[in-house]
C-alpha cells in the first residue's frame, strides 16, 4: 500500500503512538491535579503485541518516524521491550521519546540500546523553584542529570521542549540562549495550547510564538529547512551557538498545512488531530497478524474524513481534555 495520504494531498511519515496516559508529574498546564484514570478501572493499555502489529502497519504505509508517548511513556515496565518492538520495522529511521526526564539517568543508556534514536525532555524552567512550582516534583536536578546521561549514551542532541507562559517564563530567554550556547540541545518554546480542562489557564498564560521569534531574527538567528518526516516546529540556527532554538505555534495561520502525523492512543484508537472530535477504534484489528491489509485499509480509508485545520481559533478543542489524553 502507499503512502497515507488525506484529501488535502498531505502524506502522514510521523506516527505518535502513545503507550500511556499515566504520568507521575503534575504540571500546571496538563494535570495540574495529578493523574486521574478515565475510561474506567478496566483500561489496559497496548500490549506488545499489538504495538507490533500496529506500528507494521504504518511502517509498510510509509511512516519514518515513530514517538513513543504518554502520559509518561517509561512507567511502562516493558519500555525496553516496546523500543526493540518498533526497532524490528526496518523501515522506521527514527524512533523518538517523549519523557518528563524523571528516569533518564538512570535508564538512557539502556533505551539507546534498544535502539531509541532521538529523545525531547520537558523542562519548562531553569530554576529548580519554579520548576518545582510547574511540575509539582522537586526533580530538576535528576532532569538535568538525565539530559547530561543522554549525551554521554551517545545522543548527539537532546530536545528540550519548554511550554510558553506569559508571566511565568517567556522573559527567559537570555537564560534559557546562555545555556544552550555550548550544548547541542534544540530547545523548543511551545505556545500554550488550550484543552478541555485548561481554558482559564489558557486566557491568563497564552502568549504567542511571535515573540520570540522576533527577537531571535533580530539577534541574528537563521531558519532551517524542514525535513519531511520532522515535526512541527520552525527551527533557528546560530552560527555562535552549539544550540538551535524551535518555536511550535499552533495558532499561526497555515500551521496545519505541514501536518505529516497522525496519532494512536495509548488504548489503540487513531485519532486524526490532537484537537478532533474522536477516535476511530484499531483494537479489534490489532489481534492477529492476519489484519495488517485490513488494518490498513481502515487507516487509510479514515484520513478520508482529516479536516484540512484544527478549530482551536475557534475555541473548539475537540475531546482533548488534557495533553497527556492522547500524547500531545
Known sequence: MSTFTDPWERKFYYLRLSITDVCNFRCSYCLPDGYRPTGGNNKSFLTLDEIRRVTRAFAACGTEKIRLTGGEPSLRRDFVEIIETVRQNPEISNIAMTTNGYR????????????????????????????????????????????????????????VNTVLMRGINHHSLQTFLDWIKHRPIQLRFIELMETGEGRDLFRQHHVSG??????????????????????PAQVFFHPDYLGEIGLIM???????ASC?????????????CLFGDGGIVLRDLLQSDSSQQELQERIAHSLLQKKQTHFLHQGNTGITQNLSFIGG
Open 104 to 159: 533518564m539517568a538512570r535508564d538512557v543508556a539502556r533505551w539507546r540500546a534498544a535502539g531509541l534514536t532521538s529523545i525531547n525532555v520537558s523542562v519548562d524552567s531553569l530554576d529548580a523553584n519554579q520548576f518545582h512550582a510547574i511540575t509539582g516534583q522537586d526533580k530538576f536536578r535528576q532532569v538535568m542529570d538525565g539530559i547530561d546521561a543522554a549525551f554521554t549514551a551517545g545522543f548527539d542532541k537532546v530536545k
Open 210 to 231: 511571535e515573540v520570540i521569534r522576533e527577537r531571535l531574527v533580530a539577534m541574528g538567528w537563521q531558519r532551517r529547512d524542514q525535513e519531511r518526516s520532522a515535526g
Open 250 to 256: 499552533p495558532y499561526e495561520k497555515n500551521f496545519c
Open 260 to 272: 505529516n502525523r497522525l496519532r494512536v492512543s495509548a488504548t489503540g484508537k487513531l485519532h486524526l
